[in-house]
């Protein structure tokens, strides 16, 4: 199955942990890029998940690795 490219609302503000009415609010103020398509926006899946990357500190993202080594 082919990942998405695009993600909607909803989508990024449960990624994101915020509200639906955060991520609009953020879209209008252009901090987040998104394309309007008819009555729904599109925010291309790499500018989000590129943005929560390059936030994680190295510390993070071993402590995060450790998580997912004890859960699985």
């Known amino acids: 199955m082919k990942k998405q490219e ?3 609302i909803p989508q990024v503000a449960k990624i994101l942990g915020i509200s639906r009415i955060a991520v609009y609010k ?3 103020s252009g901090q987040i890029k ?3 398509i008819g009555r729904i926006y599109a925010i291309p899946r790499k500018k989000i998940l590129g943005n ?3 936030k994680l ?3 993070t993202k071993r ?3 450790a998580t ?3 859960a699985m």
């Open 52 to 54: 929560i990357e390059r």
């Open 34 to 36: 998104a394309q309007r």
């Open 63 to 65: 402590r995060i690795n």
């Open 6 to 8: 695009y993600l909607t």
């Open 26 to 28: 953020k879209v209008r």
């Open 68 to 70: 997912v080594r004890k």
């Open 57 to 59: 500190t190295e510390k």
